[in-house]
Nanobody, 120 residues
Framework: QLVESGGGSVEAAGSLRLSCKYT?????MGWFRQSPGQEREGVAV???????RYADFVKDRSTISIDKGYNTLYLQLDNLKPEDTAMYYC???????????????????WGRGTQVTVSS
């Protein structure tokens, strides 16, 4: 089970930290997002060894991390832009290779999402 929280409405250049409480950790976990009319796209992923990868559109503006003691996956989003407005989803079971380009239809485990809205 994956349960997201931390979304909200912020002004451009603001920050948010998204959280995902998980029951079981998988080799590769990550965050995806989906805007109305758009396909779900990978934002950031993290492997069990701590290696991380980011989509180009959030590189240098986001940090994915995991707290194994609290079974929680995080996504820190900084310098938010209006185009970051989307529903953000926690995902698990991405398999190998662990990267943001994983086709979302091949990912077995999803949370319900948390909305991020950025105003200009």
């Amino acid at each position: 089970q994956l349960v997201e929280s931390g979304g909200g409405s912020v002004e451009a250049a603001g920050s948010l930290r998204l959280s995902c409480k998980y029951t079981y950790r998988t080799y590769c976990m990550g965050w995806f997002r989906q805007s109305p009319g758009q396909e779900r796209e990978g934002v950031a992923v993290i492997q069990s060894d701590g290696s991380t990868r980011y989509a180009d559109f959030v590189k240098d503006r986001s940090t994915i991390s995991i707290d194994k003691g609290y079974n929680t996956l995080y996504l820190q989003l900084d310098n938010l832009k209006p185009e970051d407005t989307a529903m953000y989803y926690c995902a698990a079971g991405l398999g190998t290779p662990c990267h943001t380009g994983t086709q979302y239809t091949r990912i077995p485990f999803w949370g319900r999402g948390t909305q991020v809205t950025v105003s200009s």
